[in-house]
C-alpha cells in the first residue's frame, strides 16, 4: 500500500516539475517539489529533471543571495544543498541573506518586517540548518509552549516544533516532546488525516497532514505508530489519479504529504 503511495506522488509531482519548469512558475513551487521528489529517494542524477532546475533557480536567484522571500529562499537553498559544492557561491549568498534577515530573537518570519514565526523559523532548521544557532530552538520552544495554552492551538505548528528538534542546537525537552506528540493524537481526526484543528470547517487536508508527519518522523522512539498509520492510510484514501491529492495549490499539499510519507515509512519497517 505505501510504496505505491508514494510511487504515485512521485510520478504527479515529476510530471508537475516537467511542466511547472516550461511555464517557469514561481522558484519556491519547483524548488520545493524538487526536494520533495529527493526525499522520496529519487536521484539528481536523471531521475528528473534536476539539473535543468538547478539552473533556474540559479538563474532567478536576485543579487542580494534572496529569491522572492525568506520561505522561497530556504526551499531554493535546501534543494540546491543536494549537489555539494557545485554551487556553493549561490549557496553563499543565499545564507549571507538569511543571516541578515533574522530577527532580534533569533527567529524569522517572511521577511524581516514580518512577526517571528514557527512555521518559518523550523524550516530554517531543517532545510539552511547552518544559519541557525542556540537562539532559534530556544524561541521555538518558548512560542510553541505559549501556542499550546492558548485558544487556539495548530496542529502543523507543532509538527513544525517537532521537526526542528533535530537541529544539532536545540536543547532536548523530552516533557515538551511527549505533550506535543500527545497533543497531536489528541487531534487527529477521525478520518485518520490532520487540519489546522481538529473539525476544522475545510476537514482533513494534506499539507497539514505531510507536516504533522515529517514532524513525527523526528520524535524516535516516542512515534505514535497507529497515529501514522492511520494518516497514511488517509491519504491514500485521498490521492487523485495523477498522485496528488485535493489542495489549494496541488503541488504543495502534495510535496509536504510526499516529504511527511517519506520521512515516516523508514521508522514504521523498523518498529
Keep these: 500500500?505505501?510504496?505505491?503511495?508514494v510511487e504515485n506522488a512521485v510520478n504527479g509531482l515529476a510530471y508537475f516539475l516537467y511542466s511547472g519548469l516550461q511555464q517557469k512558475l514561481e522558484p519556491i513551487r519547483l524548488a520545493r517539489t524538487g526536494y520533495a521528489l529527493l526525499a522520496s529517494g529519487c536521484s539528481v542524477k536523471g531521475d528528473f529533471p534536476g539539473d535543468?532546475?538547478?539552473?533556474?533557480?540559479?538563474?532567478?536567484?536576485q543579487a542580494d543571495g534572496c529569491w522572492a522571500d525568506v520561505e522561497e529562499t530556504l526551499w531554493c537553498l535546501g534543494y540546491l544543498s543536494a549537489f555539494g559544492e557545485r554551487y556553493e557561491d549561490q549557496s553563499d549568498s543565499g545564507k549571507k541573506w538569511l543571516a541578515s534577515v533574522r530577527l532580534p530573537c533569533g527567529a524569522w518570519g517572511r521577511s524581516e518586517?514580518?512577526?517571528?514565526?514557527?512555521?518559518?523559523?523550523?524550516?530554517?532548521?531543517?532545510?539552511?540548518?547552518?544559519?541557525?544557532d542556540s537562539s532559534a530552538p530556544k524561541w521555538l520552544a518558548n512560542q510553541w509552549e505559549a501556542d499550546m495554552v492558548s485558544p487556539t492551538q495548530l496542529t502543523y505548528k507543532g509538527g513544525f516544533?517537532?521537526?526542528?528538534?533535530?537541529?544539532?542546537?536545540?536543547?532536548?525537552?523530552?516533557?515538551?516532546?511527549?505533550?506535543?506528540?500527545?497533543?497531536?493524537?489528541?487531534?487527529?481526526e477521525d478520518d485518520g488525516g490532520f487540519d489546522p484543528w481538529k473539525e476544522h470547517p475545510a476537514g482533513s487536508?494534506?499539507?497539514s497532514t505531510g507536516v504533522v508527519l515529517w514532524g513525527l518522523s523526528r520524535v524516535g522512539e516516542l512515534i505514535p505508530g497507529h497515529t501514522v498509520e492511520r494518516a497514511l492510510s488517509w491519504l491514500e484514501s485521498r490521492q487523485l489519479p495523477n498522485g496528488l491529492w485535493p489542495y489549494h495549490y496541488l503541488d504543495d499539499g502534495a510535496a509536504m504529504a510526499l516529504i511527511g510519507i517519506s520521512s515516516v515509512l523508514p521508522l514504521l519497517s523498523e518498529q
Design 1 to 5: 500500500m505505501n510504496m505505491s503511495l
Design 52 to 61: 535543468n532546475l538547478v539552473s533556474y533557480l540559479v538563474e532567478t536567484q
Design 113 to 132: 518586517r514580518d512577526q517571528p514565526r514557527i512555521s518559518v523559523t523550523a524550516l530554517t532548521s531543517v532545510l539552511v540548518p547552518e544559519v541557525v
Design 161 to 188: 516544533f517537532l521537526l526542528a528538534q533535530a537541529h544539532g542546537q536545540a536543547s532536548t525537552n523530552n516533557d515538551l516532546m511527549n505533550r506535543t506528540v500527545t497533543y497531536l493524537k489528541n487531534e487527529q
Design 205 to 207: 487536508d494534506p499539507w
